[in-house]
């Protein structure tokens, strides 16, 4: 089995920065990708952000500039540093990551999600 557990959430205010970081974990062979995505109340998922294992990398528009994505590969772990956070990045963020599992598939995971909340 493979899983991802999200950390890092939490409250702040606006114009603060917030880390947050994201471990995969069980019978990986290797992962394609890691990212994010969000879903705040009422709203439908948005993506985020993306690393691939070549280090290339995506940025949805409304974060581009403020959030950035990076990979430590010995540890499985994609952090996501997010600086002069507004109210509307308020939402679950959720990791994702493109795995192939020690029995040969390739899958997608999703982590719980981890709460961000901005607000003064």
């Known amino acids: 089995q493979v899983q991802l557990v999200e950390s890092g959430g939490g409250l702040v205010q606006p114009g603060g920065s917030l880390r947050l970081s994201c471990v995969a974990s069980?019978?990986?062979?290797?992962?394609?990708?890691m990212g994010w995505y969000r879903q705040g109340p009422g709203k439908q998922r948005e993506f985020v952000a993306r690393?691939?294992?070549?280090?290339?990398?995506n940025y949805a528009d409304s974060t581009k500039g403020r959030f950035t994505i990076s990979r430590d590969n010995a540890k499985n772990t994609v952090y996501l540093q997010m600086n002069s956070l507004k109210p509307e990045d308020t939402a679950a963020y959720y990791c994702?990551?493109?795995?192939?599992?020690?029995?040969?598939?390739?899958?997608?995971?999703w982590g719980q999600g981890t709460q961000v909340a901005v607000s003064s």
């Open positions: 994702d990551a493109e795995v192939t599992n020690t029995a040969r598939s390739t899958l997608v995971v």
């Open positions: 069980g019978s990986i062979s290797s992962i394609h990708y």
């Open positions: 690393i691939f294992s070549g280090g290339a990398t």
